[in-house]
């Protein structure tokens, strides 16, 4: 069973950073792509970013230009660089993971607050 373990969430000031990391653990499987999602208070989950494994990318539009998705293939880890954050960024946080021939797997959540 693949697990997705998240840290790197917290509170700060609006124009601030944060760098979110989230890493695969388990045996004898192969991710084809890893991605953020986040949960703001009320509202549906949707997708903030996302990389497939030959390294393309896929940004929500509102975060293009302020966020960065890299990955790290060997280590089955991805992170989340978010800069110039904005008080709508305010949400939990949730890594995903496409696995070939398995069911999607998530992560737990880590709550990011951002303050104006």
């Known amino acids: 069973q693949v697990q997705l373990v998240e840290s790197g969430g917290g509170s700060v000031q609006a124009g601030g950073s944060l760098r979110l990391s989230c890493a695969a653990s388990?045996?004898?499987?192969?991710?084809?792509?890893m991605g953020w999602y986040r949960q703001p208070p009320g509202k549906q989950r949707e997708l903030v970013a996302e990389?497939?494994?030959?390294?393309?990318?896929n940004y929500q539009d509102s975060v293009k230009g302020r966020f960065t998705i890299s990955r790290d293939n060997a280590e089955n880890t991805v992170y989340l660089q978010m800069n110039s954050l904005k008080p709508e960024d305010t949400a939990v946080y949730y890594c995903?993971?496409?696995?070939?021939?398995?069911?999607?797997?998530w992560g737990q959540g880590t709550q990011v607050t951002v303050s104006s």
């Open positions: 995903h993971a496409v696995i070939s021939g398995r069911s999607d797997c």
């Open positions: 990389i497939i494994v030959d390294g393309t990318t």
């Open positions: 388990g045996s004898g499987f192969s991710i084809v792509v």
